[in-house]
Nanobody, 121 residues
């Protein structure tokens, strides 16, 4: 199974920015939808942003206008640029890729280790 590798998290003050990266090995990446998720302590994992193979994107209402998802198919990598960070953005961030139905359900057989984002007030 393909396991994504997330990186780029850290500790940042409110209002700051971070750029997350997700490397996905194996074939088929360029044809799949990619998504970023996050899971805060005591909460369920939620879908934050998606990007199709052709580039159209969607965002959760809580991050729209602040986060930008992008992808580099040549590098099998997905990015999440996070600006104007808030304490409520604190969570472990994960990525994955697959068909749109799987992305929306978050029903993957394997997840990466995620990357911790902590926003201090």
């Amino acid at each position: 199974q393909v396991v994504p590798v997330e990186s780029g998290g850290g500790l940042v003050q409110a209002g700051g920015s971070l750029r997350l990266s997700c490397a996905v090995s194996g074939r088929g990446f360029s044809a799949n939808v990619a998504g970023w998720y996050r899971q805060a302590p005591g909460k369920q994992r939620e879908l934050v942003a998606t990007i199709t193979s052709g580039g159209p994107t969607t965002y959760a209402g809580s991050v729209k206008g602040r986060f930008t998802i992008s992808r580099d198919n040549a590098k099998n990598t997905v990015y999440l640029q996070m600006n104007s960070l808030k304490p409520e953005d604190t969570a472990v961030y994960y990525c994955n890729q697959g068909p749109i139905r799987t992305i929306l359900r978050g029903d993957f057989g394997s997840w990466g280790q995620g990357t911790q984002v902590t926003v201090s007030s």
